[in-house]
């Protein structure tokens, strides 16, 4: 399981503040989660949400004071940019970015609550369809969508995926995704506050892609 | 017209043999064309396209002597990398390359020559399609030509996509054809020659992506 432990999230302070600096180093673990996906079509994702915590970390590093904590960047962001906020800058980066963070958290609990298709119980396809819709649907116009749809059938079935979440050791499944529990703990708690800073800041935008 | 006359090739000397300098300048216009296809879909393919471009100049710019001509690429690549070769390297670039070219030709040559679908004879779908067919399907497995699918309902309009080509400036149907007919003299001369080129050296692969 080293490829989620590498990543682990850190817990949060009770104020739900989140450090930009650690968050950056527990998300930038995250994109070779899409090589476990094993199809090359999963490039363009990757390279979008690099995309994302590039831009939030060139923002980080031009003032790591100023910018010390993800709530800081979007409330001066908001005073800077006035009326083009909040798509601009870092906090239209992150608000991407907390997207695909959604649907790997969405995936992986599903995965560790054990849904499958009965029909196809070595497959993801239902699990990844469910983060995606939850998720990112509502953002992507019927082009995007229906791209999804295509793309989906170069997912992995369940015990690929598994094994390359664990970077191709030997791993017992029932250890996989126990620890798959584990890295949710302070995952799922992270997503979560950055959704509820947007929606408490109205940083959140529905226009589709 | 501007878009296509910025990126005018060069004529090729008798011996076919095509200056690196000179054709990595020319073809560093064309990934802007496909931003006039006019939809952000399309990214992950300029992107690509970039990819290739970037590679071929970091092997020229290591050494310009060595590398002046494409011909002397493949030949000391190939000496290079033994059985690696041509799976590697500015050869495997170039490769995938000249496939996006021959895409951009056979898409211009088709609307040039005036083809299109009677029943919608301002989509340029149908000109697509055939550029895609002769070009690259053959290299695609079938998930990937399913997203080839998908996307092309991104496609812009013939209006659209020829006013875009012309970088917004108002002109004349006809006007923007002719400078088609123009650019294309020089461009198809170019990826023939590298075609004949990968021909000959027994450079080609097949495989699917
Ligand atoms: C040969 C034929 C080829 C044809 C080519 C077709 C190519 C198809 C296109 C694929 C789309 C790739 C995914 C990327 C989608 C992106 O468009 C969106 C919005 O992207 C955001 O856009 C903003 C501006 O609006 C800023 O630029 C953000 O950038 S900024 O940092 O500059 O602010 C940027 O992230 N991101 C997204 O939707 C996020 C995607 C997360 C994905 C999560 C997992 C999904 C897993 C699916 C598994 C099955
Ligand atoms: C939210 C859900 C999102 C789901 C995400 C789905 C994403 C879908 C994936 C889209 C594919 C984008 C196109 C890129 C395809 C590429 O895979 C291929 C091979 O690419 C080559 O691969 C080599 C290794 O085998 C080297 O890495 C080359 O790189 S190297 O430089 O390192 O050697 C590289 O170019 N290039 C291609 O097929 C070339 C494509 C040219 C395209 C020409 C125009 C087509 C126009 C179509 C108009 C309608």
Tied chains: 1, 2.
């Excluded at 079509?41 to 010390?68: C, L, M, Q, R």
């Amino acid at each position: 399981m080293a490829l989620l432990l590498d990543q682990q999230f850190a817990p949060l302070p009770d104020t739900n503040e989140i450090a930009t600096k650690t968050f950056l180093e527990s998300v930038s673990h995250l994109p070779p989660f899409f090589d476990c996906l094993g199809s090359k079509v999963f490039a363009p994702i990757k390279a979008d949400i690099n995309g994302n915590i590039t831009k939030i970390k060139a923002v980080y590093d031009s003032d790591p004071v100023k910018y010390e904590t993800l709530q800081q960047i979007l409330l001066i962001e908001k005073s800077t940019y006035g009326s083009e906020w909040p798509k601009v800058g870092a906090t239209l980066a992150l608000m991407w970015l907390k997207r695909g963070l959604r649907f790997i958290q969405i995936l992986l609990q599903s995965l560790a609550d054990g849904e499958r298709d009965e029909q196809n119980p070595n497959l993801i396809r239902m699990n990844i369809t469910k983060a995606y819709d939850q998720a990112l649907k509502k953002y992507h116009g019927w082009i995007v969508q229906k791209v999804f749809k295509a793309a989906l059938f170069a997912a992995p079935c369940r015990s690929d995926f598994l094994k390359a979440l664990s970077k191709d050791q030997e791993v017992a499944e029932e250890d996989c995704l126990a620890k798959i529990c584990q890295f949710l703990i302070n995952f799922t708690t992270t997503v979560d506050a950055i959704y509820e800073m947007y929606s408490i800041m109205n940083a959140e935008l529905d226009y589709l892609v």
